[in-house]
């Protein structure tokens, strides 16, 4: 495949050798771990192996681990399951406006089906507060979901305040964190967060599309999503992945053998952005981002999407928002109430920590060209 310029690992990142090695060598060992003969056993000790791997890099017990299709099955799984795990406490629901899809279009569905749902407003900079939150919890809340890291912006949101002044306050009320953008991507394990479930994806880390996990902490009787054959301990049925689950478990030991990534990928976007201030001075920074890895700039009264194509021909790919919102303005940005002509040219860049200074040297003079050549409807 023809090498591209990519700044859109928030999209998702290139499967890891290391995952392919394991992907392809689990495939050869086809075992249904539910087996009972060697095949099976043998499949079934792998996935065992597989779980604690990926149950350290989350901070869990293994048995608080649960594997699943992909992050958006997590968090449906969380939020579904979790919002009526207490029915007599009520049917109230908070989340925040800047969630990915995965969270905003099930609350929306739960809506539909008689639920209640706050969605806290982000300050201009994409920032919730702990007392935002604090002030929006009712008698009747069952669930608090709050993202790790906002897949637009970067922005890292106060997830361990959040769960701590929301457990002082209510006990009763579960806290779900979707942290597929933060798995691995900050220091620290996640359950240290102090939520009650967490989601993860695999796609994100350099493991193949089609895997992913949710961390169930112990005590908390969530019902399953999917109901079937009884595997993940009756939580989560369908014959294991196996041959995803020992992928993203070596992406999770390639990830995690690399000490220096998040200071590569923080220097390599904050070189990005100072290139990009330097040679398109129409630029402006929406934000910096928090993470390392996500940063939002726009071209004020550009199309981002003809930009988006523009950069496409010359081999940058970069995305105008979330990869998931296709064409409509980014209800991220739309939440930190920036300007028509800001959100009409906003661009989402994402970094590995392998992403090179060359690298940056082309977005910025493919970006440089692209304002050059392009109309805004500004001037
Ligand atoms: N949550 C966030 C914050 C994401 O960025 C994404 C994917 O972009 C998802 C959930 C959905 O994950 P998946 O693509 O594994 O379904």
Partial sequence: MEKLVYFDYAATAPVRPEAVRAL????????????????????ALR????????ARAVGCAPGEL?????????????????????????????????????VLETCKDLERRGYEVTYLKPDRTGRITVEQLTAALRPDTVLVSMMLVNNETGV?????????????????????CDAVQGFLKLPGPLARLGADLVTISGHKIGA????????????????????GGGQEEGLRSGTEATAQIAALAAAVRAVQGDAGRLE?????????????????????????????????????????????????????CVSSGSACHRGRPSHVFAAMG????????????SFSPESTREEASALASALRDAADSLFTTLS
């Fill in 264 to 316: 590569r990928t923080a220097a390599v976007k904050e070189y990005t952005l100072s290139k990009l201030k330097e040679a398109v001075p129409r630029l402006e920074v929406i934000s910096e981002g928090d993470a390392p890895h996500i940063c939002a700039v726009t071209l004020p009264g550009y199309k981002s999407e003809v930009v988006v194509r523009v950069l496409g021909d010359r081999g940058v």
């Fill in 66 to 102: 649960f594997f699943t299709s992909c992050g958006t099955e997590g968090d449906n799984w969380a939020i579904r399951r979790g919002a009526e795990l207490n029915p007599r406490k009520g049917k109230h629901i908070v989340t925040t406006a800047v969630e990915h899809a995965a």
């Fill in 338 to 349: 920036l300007p028509k002509p800001w959100l009409d040219g906003a661009l989402r860049l």
């Fill in 47 to 54: 996935v065992k192996e597989d779980r604690e791997t990926v």
């Fill in 24 to 43: 392809t060598d689990a495939l050869e060992r086809f075992g249904n771990p539910s087996s009972r003969y060697e095949y099976g056993r043998q499949a």
């Fill in 156 to 176: 890292v949101l106060p997830v361990e305040p959040c769960a701590r002044a929301v457990k002082a306050a209510d006990p009763a009320v579960l806290f779900h």
């Fill in 208 to 227: 193949p599309k089609g895997i992913g996990a949710l961390y169930v902490k112990k005590g908390v009787r969530l019902r399953p999503l999917l109901t």
